[in-house]
């Protein structure tokens, strides 16, 4: 006797976010409608500007043909309009059934409907994600720009990015003497102002070229 196995189409939910910092509740508080079971919804707190998500990626091994994927609005599938319609297409061409909340027309079960009106609801789908994943695409623009903007006037004001450099203290000119003539060893010396090796030799190849440069006047002489 051959037992032939049912398939049960699912409903799942994607969602995501640009920062840890900001709230899921919104997009979970709407997909819950659809998707009940909290292991069918997938969640990605990433840029959208590629599809190299690992939330999106164990989604996408998760959907069969006939599966309806749920997500709050376009952009936050994605935000680069190429890839965002070659995602599309692939899940098409999948079986997939997407609905998008921000496009109802998504929404709409199209078994009801003629050829003719499946093929005019399917057209007004197609002209609303290209619309649609223009506005997404622009915004990631303007994003990047804003960035730009912010990280320039930073920097006009002298604004420092990243860790603050660490200094060694006038007393070392001493204990690179002392190094040079193997009195105290390198590991020591790490120890004593609390640097990592890497950070500690260079500052000590810093340090040489100073000494190199002040002990030959000649190499200042680019200087004006």
Do not use: W
Request: charged share 35%; hydrophobic share 35%; glycine share 4%.
């Amino acid at each position: 006797m051959i037992l032939i196995m049912e398939k049960i189409n699912k409903n799942f939910a994607y969602i995501r976010i640009s920062s840890k910092d900001q709230n899921l509740d919104r997009q979970i508080d709407a997909l819950k409608k659809y998707v009940e079971d909290d292991r069918d919804i997938f969640i990605d707190k990433i840029s959208g500007k590629n599809f190299d998500r690992p939330g999106y990626q164990s989604l996408k091994y998760s959907l069969r043909s006939g599966d309806t994927l749920y997500i709050h609005s376009l952009d936050r599938l994605g935000r680069n309009k190429t890839a965002l319609k070659n995602e599309l297409e692939e899940l098409y061409k999948k079986g997939v059934i997407v609905r998008i909340l921000d496009i109802p027309t998504s929404l709409i079960d199209y078994g009801q409907f003629g050829n003719l009106q499946q093929s005019i609801m399917s057209m007004i789908n197609n002209i609303l994600v290209e619309v649609l994943a223009t506005m997404a695409e622009s915004e990631l623009i303007r994003i990047k720009e804003r960035q730009r903007e912010g990280i320039a006037a930073a920097r006009a004001r002298k604004v420092k990015f990243g860790r603050p450099r660490k200094e060694l203290p006038a007393e070392f000119a001493d204990d690179y003497q002392e190094l040079m003539a193997g009195k105290v060893t390198a590991v020591a010396l790490m120890k004593k102002y609390n640097i990592s090796k890497t950070c500690f030799y260079n500052k000590l190849n810093e340090y040489k070229k100073d000494i190199d440069i002040c002990s030959d006047p000649k190499k200042l002489d680019f200087v004006e």
